[in-house]
């Protein structure tokens, strides 16, 4: 069975500093991996995803994430954070064999403080 | 597109009373999934169709659960009859088939309050 790990249940940091919210995964064969952004009362919104190639991939918003196969990481990072950028971030994966069946992590609270 | 359309966005309601959740997929997407957020549990996928057909429903938590697919373009996810603990936004999301990833495209949710 595929899962999702988000050790951290919140992440504060201060504007202007770079950011960076963890995510392992477990999957079998070669994983599809995906960012998504949620603000409040609204519906999921996706940021980037890894399907291949470049480790290092870029999104929306100037978020990327870093694919790590060795340690089966993707985390998410911004070099520099917003105030807006505070919102509820989840980390999913899915297997390339079948990428309609998506897991979702627990989510991470991002909290940029002024 | 306007996206993923849900409704009602908001639906208080009597335990033991039916409640229906509707959704309008991406015109396109040969996708639609229904998942459930709670605090509790996070995000659960309850099901999945793919060209209106149900494919997995291994997450619908108990017969009172149901949902349908009539044609491409309208699902309902049906509780009958509705207990407090089914209170949580229910999503709904569609996703591209022929050449997609797996991006997944959300509605706005739906929030159930059930008394």
């Known amino acids: 069975a595929q899962s999702v790990a988000q050790p951290e249940d919140q992440v504060n940091v201060a504007e202007g500093n770079p950011l960076t919210v963890k995510c392992t995964y477990s999957v079998s064969g070669n994983p599809y991996l995906f960012w998504y952004v949620q603000y409040p009362n609204r519906g999921l919104q996706f940021l980037l995803k890894?399907?291949?190639?470049?480790?290092l991939v870029k999104g929306s918003y100037g978020f990327e994430a870093e694919f790590n196969k060795s340690q089966t990481s993707f985390h998410l990072k911004k070099p520099s954070a917003l105030v807006s950028d505070s919102a509820l971030y989840f980390c999913a994966v899915s297997p390339s064999g079948g990428y309609q069946k998506v897991t979702f992590g627990t989510g991470t609270k991002l909290q940029v403080i002024p | 597109d306007a996206g993923v359309i849900q409704s009602p966005r908001h639906e208080v309601t009597e335990m033991g009373q039916e409640v229906t959740l509707r959704c309008k997929p991406i015109s396109g997407h040969d996708y639609l999934f229904w998942y459930r957020q709670t605090m509790m549990r996070g995000l659960e996928l309850l099901i999945y169709?793919?060209?209106?057909?149900?494919?997995?429903d291994s997450g619908m938590p108990e017969d009172r659960f149901s949902a349908k697919m009539p044609n491409a373009s309208f699902s309902t996810l049906k509780i009958q009859p509705s207990e407090p603990r089914d209170s949580a936004v229910y999503f709904c999301?569609?996703?591209?088939?022929?050449?997609?990833?797996?991006?997944?495209?959300f509605g706005e949710g739906s929030r159930l309050t059930v008394l």
């Open positions: 999301a569609s996703m591209p088939g022929v050449g997609g990833t797996g991006e997944l495209f």
């Open positions: 890894y399907i291949t190639g470049d480790n």
């Open positions: 169709f793919n060209n209106n057909v149900p494919i997995d």
